[in-house]
C-alpha cells in the first residue's frame, strides 16, 4: 500500500535511534514512504513538515493528538502507548487511533472515542537480529535491563503515611512488594494482584495525590523492578547456570551479581552478538518487550515467568508462541529454574531453528506496519 507516513519516537537515545529505522524499514517494506526521526517536532516546525511531506497519517508513540497545538483536524493521527509516564488512560485517549502494548491496557481506557483502538505488540528487523553460526554454541542465559540503584539508608528511613494514618518506614514497604512481586496469589483476593492493590490493601493509597516525585517512583516503580529483577535473577543462579546481565552498571553495585555483569550494549550489531552467546532470555514480566522479539529472532527460547497469580491475563497467550518449544514458563515461588536445567544441546539447537522460523513468518516490523495499514483500510471501507 503506497502511503506516506510522518514517524516519531519519544526522544534521541541509541534505542529509539535503532526502533526508528527498523520500523521505517517495516513501513517501506510495505510499500510506503516514510520521514521523521527521534524527537518530537510542536507547532509550526511539524506544520511546515506536514505542508511539505503530505502525509497519510501520522504514528508517534507515546504522544496523543490533542497534546499537540493546531494539529490538523483532517489528518488521521496514531499514538502508538507504551509507556504512560506517570499519565493517567483519560488523559491518552486523544487520538484517532490509539494502540496500546498490552491487552490488559484495553480495559483501562473505556474513555476512549477515537476511530480505532487495539494492540500491537512490536516486531524485530531478522536481518539485523540472526544467528552468525549455524549452530548456536552458547550456553549462557541472558538478560537484557537495567537494574535500581541500591538504596541509600536515608531513602530507606523515610516515612510514608497511608490514607488511613498509617505510617509506614519506607523499607517495610519495600520488603512487602519484593515479596508480592514474587509470591502475588499470598497477596491476591481473589480478583486481581497488582501493585496498586497490594499498596491499597496496606492503606497507601496516595498515587493520585502523592507530591513528592522522587518517594512516587520509589514505591511505584523501583522497588516493584528490583524485587522483580533480583528475584528472578537469583533463580537462575540457584540453579547454578551461567547468567550474563546486561543493562546499567547498577548491577556492579550488587556484590551477588557483580560476577555476573557483563556492561551496556547499546547497538543492534552488539546485542545481536549477545544473543549468538546464548542459550535463553531472560524475561521478568508478563508483556513482551521489543528485545524479546529481537531475541526471538537470533533463535533464543524466552524463560518467561507464569503470572496467574496476579489474577491478570498474560499477554503471551494473545500471541502464537508454543510453550515448551519457543517458550518456557517458569514458577514466581519457585527458587529455581526447573523448566530449562534438563533440556540437552540437541532440543535447544531444535528450539532455536523452530523460533527464528516463526519470528520471521509473523513477527517483523513490516508485519507490524501490514497490520495498521489493514486497519487503516478496513476503518476507510466502513466509511464511518
Given at each position: 500500500?503506497?502511503?506516506?507516513?510522518?514517524?516519531y519516537?519519544?526522544?534521541e537515545?541509541?534505542?529509539y535511534?535503532?526502533?526508528?529505522?527498523?520500523?521505517?524499514?517495516?513501513?517501506?517494506?510495505?510499500g510506503c514512504?516514510?520521514?521523521?526521526g527521534?524527537g518530537?517536532l510542536?507547532?509550526?516546525?511539524?506544520?511546515?513538515?506536514?505542508?511539505?511531506?503530505?502525509p497519510?497519517f501520522?504514528?508517534?508513540?507515546?504522544?496523543?493528538?490533542?497534546d499537540?497545538e493546531?494539529f490538523?483536524?483532517?489528518?488521521l493521527?496514531?499514538c502508538?502507548?507504551?509507556?504512560?509516564?506517570?499519565?493517567?488512560?483519560?488523559?491518552l485517549c486523544?487520538?484517532?487511533?490509539?494502540?496500546?502494548?498490552s491487552?490488559?491496557?484495553?480495559?483501562d481506557?473505556?474513555?476512549?472515542?477515537?476511530?480505532h483502538m487495539?494492540?500491537?505488540?512490536p516486531?524485530?528487523?531478522?536481518?539485523?537480529y540472526?544467528?552468525?553460526?549455524p549452530?548456536?554454541s552458547?550456553?549462557?542465559?541472558?538478560?537484557?535491563?537495567h537494574?535500581?540503584?541500591?538504596?541509600?539508608?536515608?531513602?530507606?528511613?523515610?516515612?510514608v503515611?497511608?490514607?488511613?494514618?498509617?505510617?509506614?518506614?519506607?523499607?517495610?514497604?519495600k520488603?512487602?512488594?519484593h515479596?508480592?512481586?514474587?509470591?502475588?496469589?499470598?497477596?491476591?483476593d481473589?480478583?486481581?494482584?497488582t501493585?496498586?492493590y497490594l499498596?491499597?490493601?496496606?492503606?497507601?493509597?496516595f498515587?493520585?495525590t502523592l507530591?513528592?516525585t522522587?518517594l512516587?517512583?520509589?514505591?511505584?516503580?523501583?522497588?516493584?523492578?528490583?524485587?522483580?529483577?533480583?528475584?528472578?535473577?537469583?533463580?537462575?543462579?540457584?540453579?547454578?547456570l551461567?547468567?550474563h546481565?546486561?543493562?546499567?552498571?547498577?548491577?556492579?553495585?550488587r556484590e551477588?551479581?557483580?560476577?555476573?555483569?557483563?556492561?551496556?550494549l547499546?547497538?543492534?550489531?552488539?546485542?545481536?552478538?549477545?544473543?549468538?552467546?546464548?542459550?535463553?532470555l531472560?524475561?521478568?514480566?508478563?508483556?513482551?518487550?521489543?528485545?524479546?522479539?529481537d531475541?526471538?529472532?537470533?533463535?533464543?527460547?524466552?524463560?518467561?515467568?507464569?503470572?496467574?497469580?496476579?489474577?491478570?491475563e498474560?499477554e503471551?497467550?494473545?500471541?502464537?508462541?508454543?510453550?515448551?518449544?519457543?517458550?518456557l514458563t517458569?514458577?514466581?515461588?519457585?527458587?529455581?529454574?526447573t523448566s530449562i536445567?534438563?533440556?540437552?544441546?540437541r532440543?535447544?539447537g531444535?528450539?532455536?531453528?523452530?523460533?527464528?522460523?516463526?519470528i520471521?513468518?509473523?513477527?517483523t516490523w513490516a508485519?507490524?506496519?501490514?497490520?495498521?495499514?489493514?486497519?487503516?483500510a478496513?476503518?476507510?471501507?466502513?466509511g464511518?
Amino acid at each position: 500500500m503506497n502511503m506516506k507516513v510522518l514517524l516519531y519516537l519519544p526522544f534521541e537515545s541509541h534505542f529509539y535511534h535503532g526502533l526508528y529505522l527498523q520500523m521505517k524499514k517495516g513501513f517501506e517494506q510495505a510499500g510506503c514512504t516514510v520521514r521523521g526521526g527521534c524527537g518530537f517536532l510542536d507547532g509550526e516546525d511539524l506544520l511546515r513538515v506536514i505542508d511539505e511531506f503530505r502525509p497519510d497519517f501520522v504514528l508517534e508513540m507515546n504522544r496523543v493528538k490533542t497534546d499537540i497545538e493546531n494539529f490538523p483536524s483532517d489528518l488521521l493521527h496514531i499514538c502508538w502507548l507504551v509507556d504512560y509516564w506517570e499519565r493517567t488512560p483519560a488523559e491518552l485517549c486523544g487520538s484517532d487511533f490509539l494502540y496500546l502494548f498490552s491487552h490488559v491496557w484495553l480495559k483501562d481506557h473505556p474513555m476512549f472515542t477515537g476511530k480505532h483502538m487495539d494492540v500491537l505488540h512490536p516486531g524485530t528487523d531478522p536481518d539485523l537480529y540472526r544467528p552468525l553460526h549455524p549452530n548456536n554454541s552458547g550456553k549462557a542465559t541472558i538478560f537484557l535491563g537495567h537494574m535500581p540503584k541500591p538504596w541509600l539508608e536515608t531513602e530507606l528511613e523515610r516515612r510514608v503515611t497511608g490514607s488511613g494514618g498509617a505510617v509506614f518506614r519506607f523499607e517495610q514497604l519495600k520488603k512487602l512488594v519484593h515479596e508480592f512481586t514474587l509470591n502475588p496469589q499470598d497477596f491476591n483476593d481473589g480478583t486481581i494482584a497488582t501493585g496498586k492493590y497490594l499498596l491499597h490493601r496496606l492503606g497507601v493509597d496516595f498515587l493520585d495525590t502523592l507530591s513528592d516525585t522522587v518517594l512516587h517512583y520509589d514505591v511505584y516503580a523501583r522497588s516493584f523492578r528490583e524485587g522483580r529483577r533480583q528475584g528472578v535473577v537469583e533463580k537462575v543462579l540457584n540453579s547454578h547456570l551461567d547468567l550474563h546481565l546486561y543493562g546499567n552498571d547498577s548491577w556492579a553495585l550488587r556484590e551477588r551479581f557483580r560476577p555476573h555483569y557483563r556492561g551496556m550494549l547499546e547497538t543492534p550489531e552488539e546485542i545481536n552478538r549477545a544473543f549468538n552467546q546464548s542459550a535463553f532470555l531472560l524475561h521478568d514480566g508478563n508483556m513482551p518487550h521489543f528485545r524479546v522479539f529481537d531475541a526471538m529472532a537470533a533463535g533464543l527460547p524466552v524463560l518467561k515467568p507464569d503470572t496467574s497469580g496476579y489474577g491478570i491475563e498474560d499477554e503471551w497467550d494473545f500471541l502464537d508462541f508454543e510453550e515448551g518449544s519457543e517458550i518456557l514458563t517458569y514458577s514466581l515461588d519457585s527458587e529455581e529454574l526447573t523448566s530449562i536445567k534438563h533440556l540437552d544441546a540437541r532440543r535447544i539447537g531444535d528450539m532455536h531453528a523452530r523460533i527464528r522460523e516463526k519470528i520471521v513468518k509473523a513477527h517483523t516490523w513490516a508485519h507490524r506496519a501490514e497490520k495498521i495499514l489493514g486497519d487503516i483500510a478496513a476503518y476507510a471501507k466502513r466509511g464511518d
